[in-house]
């Protein structure tokens, strides 16, 4: 039995294929049976340091001739033999198998990349890509008429596959390669394989797309974003961000672009349909997930932080579309209003993060815009009080509020001119009137209190409005009590409302 160092310096010498070739032709069955022993041997880091110029140049003629034997018999489907279909079906899983081998050997090793460039496999790689396709679509295209090479479809994927994983790998932090990539595959090749029916062959499109466009001054993004067909592969690639795809590299993808300050881009490209939200669910996903190692690692130069620039965008939008809360809170039905509900969201969650977003945190006319907001909502429909449990309806409303609450809170914490903006605007009796004590909407009361906190802290004037109100005696609860809030009535017969006494100096 042949062992497996004997069969690498076979393949190096040209034993199969070339000058030294004992037959004329290539036994692909032999070579096939070989070629999968090497795939695991060549895991090793040992193994990987073996392979030089000569292997790669042999390997390369190995896989031109499996593409011209291919060819050659394919041309006319319908006159292959039993042992031609045979011999095909061996031929391309030796193929899958020499680009396998060939992705193997480049892990984590740079002088295996630039051989593998040097000697021209990379085109002899995007080559196979365009042929098995043209493959692959002329047999499903006959497959009613000649049944037997619907055998062949699901091969050439795995050709496919494994071919755009391998140029992937080259990809890596290389822009002469990815200028090449890019110049061989965009637009139409691209588009075609994003909408392929594999997720495979659609998740390494994308990771090859992250790394040709996933930094700044990449000129591919450039082209990209600017062109009809670049928009449409970025609407593509946030589509496959949804179930039932969910890819993991589509999502890198479409994070790449935020990290590079294109979110505003995208936002355009995909505003008018359903896309935006799945843009926005990345984006939220990725302010709300701290990024890994590995993460931080595969982005390279770009922060792992969403640029800031992006949120001043989205609280303008905002401010731009307020009334769209303002109606949903009231009862008004606004369709476009789901898109600026989720921006809400997302800015409540990135107020909260101070040392990361500065910019955003001290952005004082949103602020002003959401008080005014949360103002209007409150002047147009009044928390409603001492509602029996059996009659309290859910009302939509009170997750709005909550939402300006917590942007507030955020906002106005150890921010003096936040407080006192606040205090100006009205805000804090505003937020005094949904302190209240609702079994039905835990949460709303919950974030008014800590935002009266944050507003009062350090605060003199807020804190004088607590002091001037006249408070009555009314059952309060522990966890009221431990914030130092007390529940009390104004004067007269007005709403209750919860009191906040400020902790004395010790």
């Known amino acids: 039995m042949v062992d497996i160092d004997t069969n690498f310096d076979r393949i190096r010498r040209g034993v199969w294929v070339g000058p030294n070739a004992a037959k004329p032709y290539v036994e692909w069955n032999d070579l096939s049976r070989v070629l999968t022993d090497l795939l695991q041997w060549a895991r090793s880091p040992e193994s990987r340091e073996r392979f030089d110029e000569v292997m790669y140049n042999s390997l390369k003629l190995l896989l031109r001739t499996a593409n011209s034997d291919v060819k050659n018999k ?30 193997n050997s480049v892990v984590n090793l740079p002088r295996n990349q630039f051989l593998q460039v040097k000697t021209g496999l990379l085109d002899c790689i995007l080559d196979s890509v365009y042929f098995y396709h043209d493959v692959g679509t002329k047999c499903h295209r006959v ?45 139409s090749m691209f588009t075609t394989l994003l909408n392929s029916i594999d997720k495979q062959v659609k998740n390494y499109v994308c990771s090859i797309l992250f790394h040709c466009t996933a930094w700044n001054g990449s000129s591919a993004l450039e082209e990209m974003i600017n062109g009809d067909e670049g928009k449409e592969m970025i609407r593509l690639c946030i589509g496959l961000c949804q179930p039932p795809n969910c890819l993991e590299w589509a999502q890198l993808f479409v994070e790449g672009l935020i990290c590079v300050e294109r979110f505003i881009n995208v936002f ?15 984006l939220s996903e990725k302010v709300k997930t701290s990024p890994s190692a590995d993460k931080k690692q595969l982005f390279g130069e770009l922060e792992s932080a969403v640029p800031v620039t992006t949120f001043l965008f989205l609280a303008k939008l905002f401010a731009k579309n307020r009334q769209h809360i ?37 952005n004082t006319p949103f602020l002003e815009c959401v008080v005014k907001i949360l103002n209007e909502i409150n002047t147009k429909q009044p928390i409603k009080f001492d509602q029996p449990k059996g009659e309290v309806t859910p009302d939509g409303s009170f997750a709005l509020r909550r939402e300006l609450i917590r942007v507030i809170t955020n906002m106005s914490c150890k921010n003096k001119t936040h407080q006192d903006k606040v205090r100006l605007l009205g805000g804090v009796h505003t937020v005094l009137n949904h302190c209240v004590v609702d079994q ?50 104004m004067d007269g017969d007005k709403p209750r409302v919860a009191v906040v006494h400020p902790e004395s100096e010790n």
């Open 268 to 282: 355009e490209i995909c505003q008018n349909d359903n896309l935006v939200f799945t843009l926005l669910e990345v």
């Open 143 to 187: 497959k009613h008429k000649i049944p037997y090479v619907l055998t062949y479809t699901p091969l050439c994927v795995e050709v496919i596959r494994a071919a755009l994983q391998l140029t992937s790998n080259l990809c890596v932090g290389n822009h002469a390669v990815q200028g090449a990539v890019w110049n061989r595959l965009y637009p």
């Open 74 to 103: 394919v041309e006319n489907l319908s006159k292959l033999t039993q042992r031609d279909v045979d011999t095909v079906t061996v031929t391309i899983i030796a193929t899958a198998n020499i680009i396998r081998l060939l992705r």
């Open 326 to 362: 303002i109606d949903l809170a009231t009862g008004v039905d606004v369709q476009e209003g789901e898109i600026t509900v989720r921006i809400l969201q997302i800015l409540a969650n990135v107020t909260g993060l101070h040392q990361h977003y500065t910019r955003i945190t001290n």
């Open 440 to 489: 039905q909407n835990p949460y709303l009361p919950q974030w008014s209190i800590v935002a009266l906190r944050m507003l009062m802290e350090d605060n003199l004037e807020n804190q004088d409005i607590i002091r001037g109100l006249q408070s009555q005696n009314i059952l309060n609860s522990e966890d009221m009590k431990k914030l130092g809030i007390e529940v009390a009535k």
